[in-house]
C-alpha cells in the first residue's frame, strides 16, 4: 500500500513538471502574440501552424548552443544558480491545493513564504559569481526589490491568515463559498497585484533587467542553458503568482476549467501590464514599498484583528 501511494506521488509530481514546463512553453508564446497586437504587428506566425512550435524551436536553440562562461567567474556557483532558481520555482508548486494527489499540506502558506524567500538566493548568487560589474548592480537591484515587496506580501497574508485561522491554501475556498475575498478587501487586492509584479521583477518594475543601462541585469553573462533556465524560472513564477491571485482573491480552487480560465487571465494581466506601462522610477519603487505598502499593510493587518475580536464577541 505504501509503494502504491508514493507510485502515485511520484507520476503526480512528474504529471505536474510536465504541464508546467508545457505551459511556460506556451504561455511565452502567448506574450510575444500580445506583444505583438498591441504594438500593431504579428508576433511568431511561421514554425509550424500560427507559429505554434515556436517555443519548441526555441528551446532546442537554447539548449544545443554551447555553454560559454566567465574566465574569472566562480564557477561551481555561476553554473549551480540558475539551477537552484529553477529547482524553488518547481518545488513550489507542490503546494498548489489539489483535494487528491499531491502534497497538499497544513503549512503550505509557510512553505510558500520560506520558497519566496529563498528564490533572492539564486539572484544573488547569479549576479555575484558572473564577477561582472553590470550582473552585480542588477543583482543587488532585483534583490533590494524582491525583499522590499516580499514584507507586504507577507503582511497581506498575514491578514487572511487570521481571518482563517489557518495556514492551509484550501480554506481559501471555504471561507469564499458565499462570496470572494476580492470585495471585502479590495485595497489589499489592488496591492497584491503590484506587489505580484514587483516580486516577479516585470514591468513595470523591471530594473534587474534595465536594458538602457544593466545591459540585461544580473544574468548578462549567462547564455544557453543557463540562460534558459533563469528564464523558466521567471515565467513559472509568473504562472505561481497568477494561481496564488486566483486561490486568495477570486474564490479559491475549484475543481472546475473556470479556475483554470480565471488563471489565464492573470497570466494575461501580466503581459498586458508589459505592453502597456512605462519602467518605474527605482527610487519611486522603494518609496512606494516602504512608505506607501508597508504601512498601509500593518494597518489592514490591525483593521482585521479588530474585524475578528469584533466578530468573535458578538
Known amino acids: 500500500m505504501y509503494f502504491m ?48 512550435l515556436q517555443p519548441f524551436s526555441d528551446a532546442i536553440k537554447l539548449f544545443s548552443k554551447e ?19 529553477f529547482s524553488l520555482s518547481m518545488i513550489i508548486w507542490l503546494i498548489m491545493p489539489y483535494y487528491f494527489g499531491l ?12 520558497c519566496l524567500s529563498l528564490g533572492v538566493y539564486g539572484l544573488m548568487i547569479a549576479g555575484w559569481s558572473s564577477n561582472s560589474m553590470y550582473s552585480l548592480l542588477g543583482g543587488l537591484r532585483a534583490i533590494a526589490q524582491t525583499i522590499s515587496y516580499e514584507i507586504s506580501l507577507a503582511l497581506i497574508f498575514m491578514s487572511f491568515i487570521l481571518l482563517m485561522l489557518s495556514f492551509n491554501l484550501l480554506d481559501f475556498f471555504k471561507i469564499q463559498y458565499y462570496g470572494w475575498l476580492m470585495f471585502i478587501s479590495l485595497p489589499l487586492m489592488l496591492m497584491w497585484l503590484s506587489t505580484m509584479l514587483a516580486e516577479t521583477n516585470r514591468t513595470p518594475f523591471d530594473f534587474a533587467e534595465g536594458e538602457s543601462e544593466l545591459v540585461s541585469g544580473f544574468n548578462v553573462e549567462y547564455s544557453s542553458g543557463g540562460f534558459a533556465l533563469i528564464f523558466l524560472a521567471e515565467y513559472l513564477s509568473i504562472l505561481f503568482m497568477s494561481m496564488l491571485f486566483v486561490l486568495i482573491f477570486l474564490g479559491g480552487y475549484e475543481m472546475s476549467m473556470i479556475f483554470y ?3 489565464l487571465f492573470m497570466s494575461y494581466f501580466f503581459l498586458w501590464v508589459r505592453g502597456t506601462l512605462p519602467r518605474f522610477r527605482y527610487d519611486k519603487l522603494m518609496y512606494l514599498a516602504w512608505k506607501c505598502y508597508l504601512p498601509l499593510s500593518i494597518n489592514m493587518f490591525i483593521f482585521y484583528i479588530g474585524f475578528k475580536l469584533f466578530l468573535e464577541i458578538y
Open 5 to 52: 501511494d508514493l507510485l502515485v506521488l511520484v507520476l503526480n509530481i512528474l504529471m505536474l513538471i510536465i504541464c508546467l514546463l508545457v505551459g511556460v512553453a506556451f504561455l511565452t508564446l502567448l506574450e510575444r502574440k500580445v506583444l505583438g497586437y498591441i504594438q500593431i504587428r504579428k508576433g511568431p506566425n511561421k514554425v509550424g501552424f500560427m507559429g505554434l
Open 67 to 85: 555553454q560559454t562562461f566567465p574566465i574569472y567567474s566562480n564557477y561551481l556557483m555561476y553554473y549551480f544558480s540558475p539551477v537552484l532558481s
Open 103 to 114: 502534497m497538499n499540506f497544513n503549512l503550505g502558506v509557510l512553505f510558500m513564504l520560506c
Open 261 to 263: 480560465l480565471k488563471m
